[in-house]
Each structure stands twice: as structure tokens, then as C-alpha cells.
């Protein structure tokens, strides 16, 4: 009986799918264990070999749990909107929709090949009207809610509408938007309807409010800093500038301390964890108020260094501050306004890591030093940035790089301010006063106090006359949630005089609208602005024409959408309970999966993805849904298979290909070449296939400079992609090898969190490995050869090694050192010609896990009913492990000559009589007698002289 990889993984998947076996519940006895992957977004594309790697480990791991005895939930689904879908739809005219339902549909296919024990029937898609329906649902509790600092939560607005009307807002420690005015209850009270609902904006944690966004012209959307790359747009490669724009925010600012807080409390890389403590970058330090000179107002800063104002010799604000068009003389604005438009060409990442070339414009005014009462040049730099603390910094050229440079770069440049510039010498001494240019008397309150105690000083003194405060700083900011897109979530919200109204939760989900076109409208809106029935009657409750505002009953609905994120912000609470009407997920279902016990995706979503989620899920705690502080207790971002690309080499004139050994010493281009018409193995190229390739017309007249009659290409180690055409396809590796050989290939290749590179020539070994496991099991001719027979010490013992070392290896997410040993064990089965049903069934059971179909079929051919699945995994028999012998190296003279293999239990005298009686030590030793013979029990056995 051979071993048919086809007909067996295409019988077991069937099975799987007819009888829901991988379906979890949510009331059972067993321990439950979620397990997840970040959903995938469903490309054109498809999946390549790359894609389930992290998939392939997830499922080893889910597999194990229900042999150890849980409820497993190991759910997929698909993060369906984004800007890829639409563009699509740009370009073909073919709906969003119908492209994103096909791709969804070949997803599945590549994944249910593969063989995922994933429970299907709790699948997800974020475009669904019946998922969106509840982002939607969680956007108007956020827009209901507001942020109590004293106790560290979110509160329904209500309460602080209570709050203010009995008390007004200056005994309320909450989060709210800078330079929001103190009023009475009595004054609130007051307050016309409009004028406490644009209040309260101030305090939601989503509103409304003009920002500086990435805009890109070209795709007619706002972008996040994630979707730009080099300052121009990751689709497409467009232009980005920063503009503002009136935009909704979720303030995710309110629980920068507790996401800090929270990354201590979960199992993450420490990379991971990093990188989200710099993203939301907390800072203790001071508030400071500079007074501007001849005009009202001050500039408001933060600094980490109170302690070294008297350092400060001029000020620099972004090119976006609001004070900037305000303060800037008119000898100044052309230069001032040159320098802003130039400005927003560039991204943010661009100037923030930019230090060699900072520039700035001198804005003609002057603030004035706190203290010394000193006349302080304001400039505009873009290395400071509108959107990190107050978007102006006071500069101590002599203390910080950036300062540094620009006073540098200024430095006698004629027209301009001096800027007092304070090269090499310690930060100390600029802090208090010496060789600053101001004068002692100034700073004599900071005389012999050390950092600490001088920052305190000064924090007290400016207090004292009120230009500031301490203050703790977050780097992070609130995130822009609207976007300039078709192809997203709807907000549920209209307007009524142009302030946003919420539409009550029980007519969600307010469906996204056909339009005839998914580009911007002729005036500049939104693709939302194309809908012909797009605006809300309050009286109806329902969605009707635009024809039919009056805003009176009937208002103009929001036309952003939400973004990417909005979707995967919460997905993995609704897998609980993924066909609830009612609720977006029952609190019994909530209360029993609790949160996610793995998590396996990819490093790049840091500071996206996995800070966004955190910070729903801490919300969603707050308001009494989400039954835990943190989304994900343990977290394995998987490491990136590459590909193996190949070139061919053109000379510059582009009419002769030289073969890779013959490119030295020449001018030569490489160029990717499709792996589809080379040899894999040999690295030869099919000269004829490559003519006549149609991405290769060009050189169809080539001469081709060949070594020993061949044309070897070039190889290299590079991503995965469809532009260097070393993309592989599972599916062929699933019908060429079968779906088992892809799964242990891809543990196999490394630990999971390295980057490895693929190698199809590779996976034949693997590919042998399962065949010499069949045979274990199966004569060609006769059939199944498994006996009843009792196993030998050394079969057991090899069958527990290999349980120990899987074991342990799952638990510590070390799956390819677990396919090694899966390899040994059976040479050593083999080699033991093991045909024993108490060594080979749970054998069967030990790898299910990695290569499930096979398992699944070795398991029904030994009698057994229904799934291997939920067999319990074979416990690991110490006593089988305990060495009873031991293969000694015989030495000569400590040269080593022969191994002995002896029962541990002799003593030395038994030990040296063996040794001494062996055909071989007579034979080494020729008649003679040694001198020594040294004995150490269960080590060396050498003889001597």
C-alpha cells in the first residue's frame, strides 16, 4: 500500500469540514486556550509560502492543545477594507466588494489545502455589514465617553455632563484638549445647547477637530505614518504632504500611562515592548510659558531640562503652530510662507530623522526669558513637529544635537538675531547661568544644586510667578480616524448644523452606499460624496436620498470612513461569539475566552495594530465589556521566509547575457528572472523558455556568453515578492509534495522568529521522511505490517525520547528541533524494523500535530474511529529513558581504537576483565601487557604502555 499524499489529505480535509471537527464551544469543561493569527488582509494575490508560516506554528500549537485536553478556539477570518481593494476598483471599475469576495475565496482554498485546524464557522470579514456593525456601535461608546484622570477610566458622558452642571469643570481632573476655558455651573448651565455639545467635544474620547494629517493628493486620501514610505505614499509611490484638515481622533493619548504600564504585565519580545514604550515616549519634566514681546500671548513648551533654561538662547517653533501666521512680521512672511509650503512636502519620519540638513526661517519676533527677562528670537524649524508636545521648543544649542545644529547652521548669517551659541562645553554650565550671556544674579537660586534638586528649583520658581509647572509628557498622540476612502467602515453620524449627532445604536448598521465612482467628488469630498442616498432622517431613522435634506428632520451623513485599523481593533472579542445579533459578543462568552493565550503575527504592526488593539480593549474594559486589561497575553512574531531570486547579467548596451561565472572584469546589469524557466537545482537557464517569456521580448536577439556550454544564473537571498519573481506558491508544493511536506518543511527550515530562506530543492528530504514514516506501518504489497508484538527496551526508548522532545518543544514554540527528532526516531524505527502497534500508534498521535493528514489516515488504518484530534498526547515514561548501557571509546595510548557497549551496573574489575578478554584489545596489544589500565565507570576506558 503506497502512500498517496493526494487522495489522503483531500479525504481528511472533507472529513474535517463535514463534521465541523475543529468547532469550539463556549460552555465546556475543559480549559479553554484561544489561540491566534493576525487575520490576513485577502490580496489579488494570493498566498506564497511565506504567508503560513506563522499560521503552520499556530496550529501545531492548537492541535496539542486538544490532545492535552482543552477547548481550543483557533478562529480566521479576513481584514477586508483597505486602500489596495479600492485602488483595484479605481483601476477596473469593478466593484470593491465582488474583487474583495473572490480573493477571500482563494484564500480559503490555499488555506483549507494546507490543512489549518481552524474552526471556520466563527469566520470574520470587517467589510460585512453584520461585523461592522459593531465597530460602528464601539466608535459611538467612544464618542460617548470620557476620561477621569484621578481614577484612571473612562466614564460615560453623562456623568460629566452632571458634573458640569452641578459643579462646572475646574475640580475635574479629566482629559480634554489644551487651552480649554474654566466655566461654573451656573455658567454651564447657560450654555445654549450647541455651545455645551462643542464643549463637550472637547472631553470625548472621539471628536471632531482640525489636524495635521499626511495627505495625498494623488490618492485622495489622508495616509498613517505606517503607509508612507520615504516620504511618498507605500501604494503607489505619491506624493504626501502634511496639511490640516477637520478630521475625527480617537484620544488614545487618555491611556498612554496605562498602555506603558500594561507592556510589564504580558508575555512579549522586549523588542516589541520597546518599541511601543518609544512610540508612546513618556517624559517628566516642566511646563513653561515664554511671553511674547510687544503682542499678547506667550509660547507654551515642554522640556525634559527645566533645570537648564538659562541655557536657552532662542526658540523654535513648527512650521504648522498656530502662532506662527500670528507673531511673523512683514518683513518676514515671504520667507516665512515659503518655508511652510516647502515644509509640507516632507513627512514626518523624513524630519525627524533628518539632523545634516535642518533649515528654518527667523520670524521676526521675540519672546522673553522668564527669569532674566532677556529678548529670545523665535524661529520656525522643521525638526520640531506640531504633534509632539506643544509643537515649540526653547533651544539650548549646547545640550541637544538639533539645537545644536541649527544654532550652528545660523550662526552670523547676516539680517538675522544673534543666536548665543554655546559650543563644547558642559550642559551644567549653561544651566546655571555661566558663560550663557546672562547674568549670574538670574540664576544664583540654582548655586550648588545638582540636576535633580535644580530642576525641582525651577519648577518652584516658575510656579511662583506663574509661567509654569511640572508636568508628566507623552510622545504619543492622538489617532487621526478618518479617512478619505470608499472602501471603509461608515461612521454612524450626521449632522445638524454642522455639529456631529450620533445615530442611536439600534438602527446599525448604517450600510456603506453604491457609488458610481470611488474617486474624490469634482469639489474635493470625500468618494462617499458621489452617493446619491446618502443622508439621515431623524424621524424615519433611516437612510434616504440627498435630495431630501432640509436639515430640519433630514441631515447629511458623514462621508469619511474609518480606517484599516478600526476593523482589527477588536476582531479577535467577536470570534467569541461570531453570530451574535444582539451584542458583539455575550459577557458569558467574553467571560469564558477572556483574552488571547497566543497570539502569533508579525513585528511590523508595533506601533499600529497592537497599540491600537491594547487601547480598545482597555476602553471596552472600562465600559464593562471586555473581561481583561490586555487583549493578548502572549505574543510570537514570526520571522519572514525569503526567497531565493535569480539574475541574468546584460551588458549596458542590453545585446549580450553573461553567465554568472563570467562577469567578473564586466560591466553588467542584474536582472530578475522568473524562476519558472530555470532549473532549481542546477541554476540553469532555459535559454529558449527565456526568449520566449513574454517579460523577456527584449532580449529574444541577445547572445548569450555561456560557461561549458551553459548559462548559469545568479542567485540571491532576498523578501518574497511578486517584482523579483521568486515567489513560490504553496499550492504547488501541496500537490507536488502534499500539504504535510509543506508544514514540517516550513518548521523545519528554522526557529520561527528567525528570517530563513527557501529552498524548494530542500523539501524532498521531508518529502522522504513521511514515506519512510508510512512504511513503518505499510508494506507496498501486503498492507498494513503493524503486530501486536511487545516493543524492545530500544524501541520504547526511542518512541519516549521523541514524546519528551516534542513536548517540550511546543510548549517552547521550538517546532523545528521537534521534525529533526521527528526524523531520527524513525531512522531508528526502521533500523530496528519497528512494526509494533504499542510503539507506532501513539507515534501517529506525536505527530499529529505537524503532519495531520497522514496521522489522521495511519490512525483510521490502525482501527480507530472518528479524529486522531482529541486523543490524548502520549505521556512521556521516564523509566524508559534511564541509560542501562553505555558505548565506551576504547583507548590506546589515548588514541582512541574501538567502542565496547557495557551494562552500567559493573563494577572496574568486571569492566577491565571484559576489556581485556575482547578479540580486538588482543589484537592491539600483540602479546604485550600494559602498564595502566585507566577505568572511569560510564566515561574512558584507556589502556596504557
Keep these: 500500500m503506497k502512500y498517496h499524499h493526494e487522495k489522503i489529505e483531500a479525504k481528511w480535509q472533507q472529513y474535517w469540514a463535514q463534521n465541523q471537527t475543529f468547532a469550539a464551544t463556549n460552555n465546556s469543561e475543559k480549559p479553554k486556550y484561544y489561540v491566534l493569527d493576525m487575520f490576513p488582509y485577502p490580496s489579488g494575490a494570493g498566498l506564497h509560502v511565506g504567508h503560513p508560516l506563522g499560521y503552520i506554528a499556530s496550529d501545531i500549537v492548537a492541535r496539542f492543545k486538544r490532545h492535552k485536553g482543552f477547548n481550543v478556539l483557533h478562529p480566521q477570518g479576513y481584514d477586508s477594507f483597505g486602500l489596495p481593494a479600492e485602488q483595484y476598483a479605481i483601476q477596473t471599475g469593478q466593484h470593491p466588494e465582488k474583487t474583495t469576495r473572490e480573493n477571500i475565496a482563494r484564500y480559503r482554498e490555499q488555506l483549507d489545502k494546507i490543512g489549518f485546524s481552524f474552526d471556520w464557522s466563527r469566520e470574520v470579514r470587517t467589510s460585512n455589514a453584520d461585523y461592522y456593525k459593531w465597530t460602528q456601535w464601539i466608535f459611538i461608546q467612544l464618542y460617548n465617553s470620557w476620561y477621569c484622570k484621578s481614577a484612571n477610566r473612562a466614564f460615560d458622558i453623562s456623568e460629566l455632563v452632571e458634573i458640569f452642571r452641578t459643579e462646572g469643570n475646574s475640580n475635574v481632573d479629566m482629559v480634554c484638549d489644551d487651552g480649554v476655558a474654566l466655566f461654573t455651573a451656573a455658567e454651564w448651565n447657560s450654555f445654549s445647547h450647541e455651545q455645551q455639545q462643542k464643549i463637550l467635544l472637547q472631553y470625548r474620547l472621539t471628536y471632531l477637530a482640525e489636524t495635521e494629517v499626511n495627505w495625498c493628493p494623488a490618492l485622495g486620501t489622508v495616509l498613517a505614518n505606517d503607509e508612507i514610505v520615504n516620504g511618498v505614499s507605500e501604494r503607489g509611490g505619491h506624493l504626501v504632504i502634511r496639511k490640516k484638515m477637520t478630521q475625527w481622533s480617537m484620544r488614545i493619548s487618555a491611556y498612554a500611562e496605562r498602555l506603558l504600564q500594561g507592556l510589564d504585565t504580558i508575555d512579549w519580545s522586549e523588542s516589541i515592548k520597546e518599541s511601543q514604550r518609544n512610540w508612546i515616549g513618556k517624559s517628566v519634566g516642566a511646563s513653561v510659558d515664554f511671553r511674547l514681546q510687544n503682542t499678547v500671548g506667550s509660547i507654551s513648551v515642554f522640556t525634559t531640562r527645566p533645570d537648564t533654561i538659562f541655557g536657552v538662547t532662542f526658540m523654535t517653533l513648527a512650521p504648522e503652530h498656530e502662532l506662527v501666521s500670528i507673531i511673523t512680521t512683514p518683513e518676514q512672511k515671504a520667507a516665512v510662507e515659503a518655508y511652510v509650503e516647502a515644509t509640507a512636502k516632507r513627512s514626518e519620519r523624513e524630519r525627524m530623522a533628518d539632523v545634516k540638513t535642518i533649515s528654518g526661517v527667523f520670524t521676526g519676533a521675540f519672546a522673553e526669558h522668564p527669569f532674566t527677562k532677556e529678548p529670545i528670537p523665535v524661529w520656525i524649524g522643521d525638526y520640531v513637529l506640531a504633534g509632539y508636545g506643544t509643537g515649540a521648543v526653547m533651544a539650548v544649542p549646547c545640550g541637544d544635537e538639533r539645537d545644536y545644529a541649527f544654532a550652528h547652521f545660523f550662526k552670523g548669517q547676516k539680517g538675522m538675531p544673534e543666536i548665543k551659541n554655546i559650543f563644547n562645553q558642559d550642559i551644567s554650565e549653561a544651566a546655571y547661568g555661566e558663560k550663557s550671556g546672562f547674568e549670574l544674579t538670574n540664576s544664583d537660586f540654582l548655586n550648588g544644586l545638582g540636576y535633580k534638586e535644580g530642576t525641582k528649583k525651577v519648577i518652584e520658581e516658575l510656579e511662583k510667578i506663574k509661567q509654569g509647572k511640572g508636568k ?54 470625500p468618494p462617499l460624496g458621489n452617493a446619491t442616498d446618502w443622508a439621515w432622517d431623524s424621524v424615519q431613522c433611516s437612510v434616504v436620498s440627498n435630495q431630501l ?104 548596451d542590453s545585446k549580450k547575457l553573461y553567465s554568472k561565472g563570467l562577469i567578473a572584469g564586466e560591466k553588467v546589469h542584474p536582472i530578475h528572472v522568473d524562476l519558472a524557466v530555470i532549473n532549481d537545482i542546477t541554476n540553469e537557464l532555459d535559454i529558449e523558455a527565456f526568449k520566449n517569456h513574454p517579460l523577456y521580448t527584449d532580449y529574444k536577439n541577445a547572445e548569450f556568453i555561456l560557461e561549458n556550454g551553459k548559462y548559469i544564473v545568479g542567485r540571491e537571498v532576498e523578501k518574497m515578492s511578486k517584482s523579483k519573481y521568486n515567489v513560490v506558491n504553496p499550492d504547488d508544493i501541496c500537490n507536488d509534495y502534499g500539504a504535510d511536506t509543506l508544514r514540517l518543511y516550513e518548521m523545519f527550515l528554522g526557529p520561527l522568529e528567525q528570517a530563513k530562506p527557501w529552498n524548494t530543492a530542500g523539501i524532498t528530504g521531508v518529502s522522504g521522511f513521511l514515506k519512510k514514516l508510512w512504511r513503518l506501518y505499510f508494506d507496498e504489497n501486503t498492507g498494513l505490517t503493524v503486530t501486536n508484538d511487545e516493543p524492545t527496551a530500544e524501541m520504547y526508548k526511542s518512541l519516549h525520547k521523541t514524546i519528551k522532545k516534542v513536548t517540550e518543544d511546543i510548549e517552547n514554540f521550538s517546532f523545528n528541533t521537534s521534525v529533526s527528532q521527528f526524523m531520527i526516531c524513525v531512522n531508528e524505527l526502521a533500523s530496528m524494523k519497528c512494526h509494533h502497534r504499542a510503539i507506532l500508534e501513539p507515534l501517529a498521535v506525536v505527530i499529529s500535530p505537524y503532519a495531520p493528514h497522514i496521522a489522521e489516515e495511519l490512525w483510521s ?54 576489556v581485556m578478554a575482547d578479540e580486538r584489545t588482543i589484537k592491539q596489544l600483540e602479546g604485550r601487557t600494559p602498564n595502566k589500565v585507566i577505568i572511569v565507570p560510564g566515561k574512558v576506558i584507556n589502556l596504557v604502555g
Design 472 to 525: 508628566t509628557n507623552y510622545r504619543l498622540r492622538d489617532a487621526v480616524f478618518s479617512r478619505q476612502r470608499y472602501w471603509g467602515e461608515p461612521f454612524p453620524v450626521y449632522y445638524v448644523n454642522g455639529l456631529p449627532q450620533m445615530i442611536d445604536a439600534k438602527y446599525l448598521p448604517i450600510v456603506l452606499p453604491e457609488v458610481e465612482k470611488y474617486l474624490p467628488t469634482e469639489d474635493g469630498q
Design 549 to 652: 435634506i432640509d436639515n430640519k428632520t433630514i441631515f447629511p451623513l458623514e462621508l469619511n470612513t474609518m480606517p484599516g485599523w478600526a476593523g482589527s481593533s477588536w476582531y479577535w472579542m467577536r470570534y467569541m461569539d461570531a453570530h451574535n445579533d444582539a451584542e458583539f459578543a455575550s459577557q458569558d462568552a467574553l467571560k469564558y475566552w477572556e483574552s488571547v493565550d497566543l497570539y502569533i503575527g508579525g513585528s511590523e504592526h508595533a506601533t499600529g495594530h497592537l497599540l491600537y488593539s491594547r487601547f480598545w480593549n482597555k476602553f471596552l474594559k472600562d465600559k464593562g465589556f471586555a473581561p481583561t486589561e490586555e487583549p493578548f497575553k502572549k505574543l510570537i512574531n514570526q520571522g519572514m521566509i525569503l526567497g531565493m531570486s535569480a539574475f541574468v547579467y546584460r551588458s549596458e
Design 861 to 914: 488504518q490502525l482501527g480507530h474511529e472518528g479524529s486522531i484530534s482529541t486523543v490524548d498526547f502520549p505521556i512521556v515514561n521516564e523509566k524508559y529513558l534511564v541509560e542501562s548501557e553505555k558505548e565506551y571509546p576504547v583507548s590506546f595510548n589515548g588514541k582512541m581504537r574501538f567502542t565496547i557497549k557495557l551494562p552500567l551496573d559493573l563494577t572496574v574489575p568486571q569492566i577491565q576483565e571484559i
